[in-house]
Nanobody, 116 residues
Framework: QVLLVESGGGLVQAGGSLRLSCAAS????????MGWFRQAPGKEREFVAA????????YYADSVKGRFTISRDNAKHTIYLQMNSLKTEDTSVYYC?????????WGQGTEVTVAS
């Protein structure tokens, strides 16, 4: 069992920035690939960004490329999502996901609201 706890969401004006964090339990966190997904009201959950276990490779949805940056600190068992130049369409609940050799796990989500 891997427990994921997201934080850092909130209300921000368009053009602003937020940094989300996801703290993970598990002794082998450094072996997990990790990702961020989001779900807006009435829409399907969608991929945002992912980072491999070493942090050496990252992936982004086209909609956030150049504005969002995913990173990780394996010593702190935490991943981050730095979100800059936020747009109203970024308003969503953001979920952390862990991809492990014993299963995949979701966090409970943190809400981000971008006001115009």
């Amino acid at each position: 069992q891997v427990l994921l706890v997201e934080s850092g969401g909130g209300l921000v004006q368009a053009g602003g920035s937020l940094r989300l964090s996801c703290a993970a339990s598990g002794r082998t966190f450094s072996s997990y690939h990790m990702g961020w997904f989001r779900q807006a009201p009435g829409k399907e959950r969608e991929f945002v960004a992912a980072i491999v276990w070493s942090g050496g490779t990252t992936y982004y949805a086209d909609s956030v490329k150049g504005r969002f940056t995913i990173s990780r600190d394996n010593a702190k068992h935490t991943i981050y999502l730095q979100m800059n130049s936020l747009k109203t369409e970024d308003t969503s609940v953001y979920y952390c996901r862990a991809f492990t050799d014993v299963g995949n796990y979701w966090g409970q989500g943190t809400e981000v609201t971008v006001a115009s």
